[in-house]
């Protein structure tokens, strides 16, 4: 435990090397060593300092090659430094040795950014017939299908995840825009019309709700909405529509 927690606080100090001995020692003692603060934190490492890390990982996982917190920590910092083939051959090597939704998620996420856009939506499907409730799964798989231009699919994912959220409200906002995206202006201007009473996103309903009006050429309704628009990142682009529409 205590070498543990000096390692922490070795790589959050980036003393690398120092670190990997520490959790070197631990797996030598059939210890369960964790790699949490290292991929944690491999964000703000530098390309370099990953880098180093990915030699003294490969030579670890030469000794310890189904290791999980090893596979998961190098293809984190695989991916980080561009090299997301190889990221993906040891994001694959974790799913076998551990298949859950963290490593699901990761080699979907990998075989997207590599282009096997297909492979990514296939595995996502079957891991949510296995895991239904699994929110990350169901999150990363919508936002594939999005991208993938498959957007009623992802209207039907993001309106299962509001059921299990009701409140949360960027999320219903997300699956009114799709509505309204993919026709349905009733359902889609219904959840905006509630999320006008919310604070904090009642200024992005009231906008969407104008241009969904200004689509469905209810002019006088267009305005009313975008007048409603008082503050935030929609105000000038509210403005502009009313200068269009009162002009």
């Given at each position: 435990?205590?070498?543990q927690?000096?390692?922490?606080?070795?790589?959050?100090?980036?003393?690398?090397?120092?670190?990997?001995?520490?959790?070197?020692?631990?797996?030598?003692?059939?210890?369960d060593?964790?790699?949490?603060?290292?991929?944690?934190?491999?964000?703000?490492f530098?390309?370099?300092?990953?880098?180093?890390?990915?030699?003294?990982?490969?030579?670890?996982?030469?000794?310890?090659?189904?290791?999980?917190?090893?596979?998961?920590?190098?293809?984190?910092?695989?991916?980080?430094?561009?090299?997301?083939d190889?990221?993906?051959?040891?994001?694959?090597?974790l799913?076998?040795?551990?298949?859950?939704?963290?490593?699901?998620s990761?080699?979907?996420?990998?075989n997207?950014q590599?282009?096997?856009?297909?492979?990514a939506?296939?595995?996502?499907?079957?891991?949510?017939?296995?895991?239904?409730e699994?929110?990350?799964?169901?999150?990363?798989?919508?936002?594939?299908?999005?991208?993938?231009?498959?957007?009623?699919?992802?209207?039907?994912?993001?309106?299962?995840?509001?059921?299990?959220?009701?409140?949360?409200?960027?999320?219903?906002?997300?699956?009114?825009?799709?509505?309204?995206?993919?026709?349905?202006?009733?359902?889609?201007?219904?959840?905006?019309?509630?999320?006008?009473?919310?604070?904090?996103?009642?200024?992005?309903?009231?906008?969407?709700?104008?241009?969904?009006?200004?689509?469905?050429?209810?002019?006088?309704?267009?305005?009313?909405?975008?007048?409603?628009?008082?503050?935030?990142?929609?105000?000038?682009?509210?403005?502009?529509?009313?200068?269009?529409?009162?002009?």
């Open positions: 435990q205590a070498k927690v000096l390692a922490d606080q070795l790589v959050i100090h980036q003393d690398f090397e120092q670190a990997i001995a520490l959790l070197e020692e631990i797996l030598a003692s059939n210890g060593a964790r790699f949490e603060t290292l991929a944690a934190n491999s964000q703000s530098t390309s370099a300092q990953r880098n180093q890390l990915i030699e003294q990982l490969d030579r670890l996982l030469g000794l310890y090659p189904n290791n999980p917190q090893i596979l998961l920590s190098q293809a984190i910092l695989l991916q980080l430094n561009g090299r997301s190889e990221a993906l051959r040891h994001a694959n090597q799913y076998k040795t551990q298949p859950g939704p963290r490593s699901l990761l080699k979907s996420k990998l997207h590599l282009g096997h856009t297909k492979k939506l296939s595995d996502l499907s079957k891991g949510l017939e296995l895991d239904p699994s929110r990350p799964l169901r999150v990363l798989y919508a936002q594939i299908l999005i991208d993938a231009k498959q957007l009623k699919e992802a209207q039907e994912q993001f309106t299962l995840l509001l059921q299990q959220s009701p409140l949360d409200h960027q999320l219903k906002l997300t699956v009114a825009l799709l509505n309204l995206e993919n026709g349905n202006n009733q359902v889609g201007d219904k959840l905006l019309k509630q999320l006008t009473k919310i604070p904090g996103i009642a200024n992005e309903a009231y906008y969407y709700l104008g241009q969904s009006a200004h689509k469905q050429q209810q002019i006088d309704q267009a305005i009313s909405y975008y007048q409603q628009v008082s503050d935030g990142e929609k105000m000038l682009p509210a403005y502009h529509q009313l200068g269009t529409l009162l002009l």
